[in-house]
Nanobody
């Protein structure tokens, strides 16, 4: 079992930055693809970013390309999401996920473990 805990959420103004962290416990991240999803108010959960198990390949959803960066530090069992130039529409609960499914998957079904989420609120 892998337990995931997200931190770093908060309230910011449009144009500012935040860095989310997701730490794993229970077992190592090694060998797992990692991803971030988000759920805006009254909307379905959606894919944000993913990084493969070696950290060599990343993929981002179109709305966040050029603004968000995903990275991982397996020595710390932590995955990060650097969010720059935040927009009002980035307001959501952000979830990290881990899985051994296809690399670069944007499908929730391909991830086995999920955190509890952290709230990001961007004021315009």
């Amino acid at each position: 079992q892998v337990q995931l805990v997200e931190t770093g959420g908060g309230v910011v103004q449009a144009g500012e930055s935040l860095k989310l962290s997701c730490a794993a416990s229970g077992r190592t991240f090694s060998g797992y693809g990692l991803a971030w999803f988000r759920q805006p108010p009254e909307k379905d959960r959606e894919f944000v970013s993913t990084i493969n198990w070696t950290g060599s390949r990343t993929r981002h959803a179109d709305p966040v390309k050029g603004r968000f960066t995903i990275s991982r530090d397996d020595a710390k069992n932590t995955v990060y999401l650097q969010m720059n130039d935040l927009k009002f529409e980035d307001t959501a609960v952000y979830y990290c996920a881990a899985g051994r499914g296809p690399h670069g998957s944007s499908e929730m079904k391909d991830y086995d473990y999920w955190g509890q989420g952290t709230q990001v609120t961007v004021s315009s």
